[in-house]
């Protein structure tokens, strides 16, 4: 009968539980977990010599799941997996079914969305007719993976029901044993545009419409706020930074770039522009940069229905600028 636990193959040391020395290898289960401390060798076979290997049979044998699983520790000290560019090139083609650029053709020209899927290297997948690929390609120009996916070619949002379409390209690709280490959504661009002030959102699409409208800065996403960390930040060191958070996070947000920014010494500015836009209106929507045109239809109707008598002027100006001043102050520059 095969053995079931074994010497933990990493050889990582810990306290020899006899003579206290850092010399000791634990055993771990199938699965990489450790068991409790007494299970296990000592390097020092001739001065110590404390060995006590488990016995299959032995129904007593406890874990130790306060440590890491050895799979999961190897895997994460290894080198992150890469997928081929030629897989990149294949993907940025077929716009015509993909449900993102289909909305963005509703709203911008062809000509400017096509250099920005160009620069981000968007691309268009087959999974569910036309879902869209964004590749996080690192500052060295590895592609990491990409996001998958599918959007409502009609109203640009997620496709959420019956379940999310989301995926990612290594799993797709059917990648075995991949190890995954994402970056910025964007990152590969900060070498191309050393000089541009930096701005962080959360989600790859909006970033993507804020290069369009706004391409004298350089727009990266985290894709989520657990993504926003120091690991995923420290290739911004020496940058100017601002950070757009939704405004349902915008607490959590600010308080991540407060470690991060003492971390690395980087001065990420958290911008109150959307928390303000947004005041009279419910921000556990989650408003972002890519919702402005929502908002100002939502502070509009908000106006409406307290029944302000305010002139049809007023009101499009509302709509069209709700916090124009407001968003030149935050960045300090006059080019918006
Ligand atoms: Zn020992």
Redesign the pocket.
């Known amino acids: 009968m095969k053995n079931k636990y074994q010497l933990d193959p990493s050889s990582k040391k810990f306290i ?1 539980p ?2 206290e ?1 850092k ?2 290898v634990r055993m771990i289960d199938e699965l990489g977990n450790y068991l409790s401390a007494e299970f296990g060798r ?1 390097d ?1 076979s001739n001065s ?1 010599g ?1 060995f006590n290997y488990p016995q299959n049979t032995n129904p007593d044998i406890m874990l130790d799941l306060a440590l890491p699983n050895i799979r999961f520790l190897s895997k994460k000290d290894g080198p992150p997996s890469l997928i081929p560019d030629y897989y990149v090139e294949q993907s940025q083609k077929e716009y015509e079914r993909n449900a993102f650029y289909l909305y963005l053709i509703t709203l911008f020209s062809e000509q400017d969305i096509q250099r920005v899927f160009a620069l981000y290297k968007v691309g268009t997948s087959r999974k569910w007719n036309g879902a869209t690929v964004f590749w996080q390609i690192s500052i060295q120009n590895e592609v990491r993976t990409a996001k998958v996916i599918k959007y409502d070619a009609s109203t640009g949002k997620r496709i959420k029901q019956p379940h999310p379409l989301m995926t990612w390209a290594h799993r797709l690709l059917n990648l075995k044993e991949f190890n995954l280490k994402q970056v910025l959504f964007g990152e590969h661009l900060l070498s191309h545009f050393p000089n541009q002030t930096v701005c962080i959102v959360e989600s790859e699409k909006t970033a993507i419409i804020m290069a369009i409208k706004h391409p004298n800065y350089l727009w990266l996403a985290t894709g989520g706020i657990q993504e926003f960390k120091a690991e995923k930040i420290k290739v911004l060191m020496g940058r100017n930074v601002v950070v757009f958070p939704d405004t349902d996070f915008h607490f959590d947000w600010s308080q991540r770039a407060k470690s991060i920014s003492k971390q690395f010494n980087l001065n990420l500015i958290v911008s109150e522009y959307l928390v303000n836009c947004t005041i009279s209106l419910d921000q556990s929507k989650g408003y972002d940069l890519a919702d402005l045109d929502q908002i100002n239809v939502d502070i509009a109707n908000s106006i409406k229905r307290e029944g302000e008598s305010y002139s049809n002027d007023l009101l499009i100006l509302i709509q069209r600028n709700p916090c124009l001043f407001e968003l030149i102050r935050v960045f300090d520059l006059g080019d918006f």
């Open positions: 020899c006899k003579c020395k010399r000791y000592c020092r110590c404390y």
